[in-house]
């Protein structure tokens, strides 16, 4: 049976790297839902077994172009892995585990990027914001907008 038009667009979303709330969004034109709701449908649409198998049909030649880079990275994420539990190191494990979750496509990373004002952070706030950024990248110079004030 061939998916309707929004599961296969809800497809095409997943495998270009959206959260299945994202696509679900997306695809279902769900920008009104609640959140809760949105996660919940997008996750019983991934369940379905056609919606499963068209990700990964339309996954696999990408797949197959790339198979030294998901195969070789897959196996020495499980020798790190091996490696880590071997050695009790439990922060390593996490990472290789964390590692093969991504390389599967299971974790997606995502950024937020503020363009506008910060509205609602008080002078103070803006000023411990700008000290802790610029401790974290080494300046050591005057405080921007700020007349007359210097970090110490």
């Known amino acids: 049976m061939a998916l309707t038009p929004k599961q296969e667009a809800f497809c095409q979303a997943i495998v270009s790297g959206m959260t299945q709330a994202d696509a679900y969004r997306k695809a279902y034109d769900a920008e009104r839902m609640k959140p809760q709701t949105v996660q919940s449908k997008a996750s019983l649409l991934m369940a379905d077994g056609k919606v499963r198998a068209r990700v990964e049909e339309i996954r696999a030649p990408v797949v197959a172009k790339v198979q030294y880079g998901l195969e070789q990275a897959m196996t020495e994420a499980e020798e790190a892995f091996r490696v880590a539990k071997g050695k009790e ?59 007359g004030e210097t970090r110490h």
């Open 89 to 147: 190191n439990g922060g390593a494990m996490v990472a290789a585990v964390s590692l093969r979750a991504k390389l599967n496509g299971l974790l997606v990373e995502r950024t937020e990027i503020r363009t506008g004002p910060l509205d609602g952070i008080e002078h103070d706030e803006l000023k411990a914001l700008y000290a802790a950024i610029a401790a974290v990248a080494g300046s050591g110079g005057a405080i921007p907008g700020v007349a």
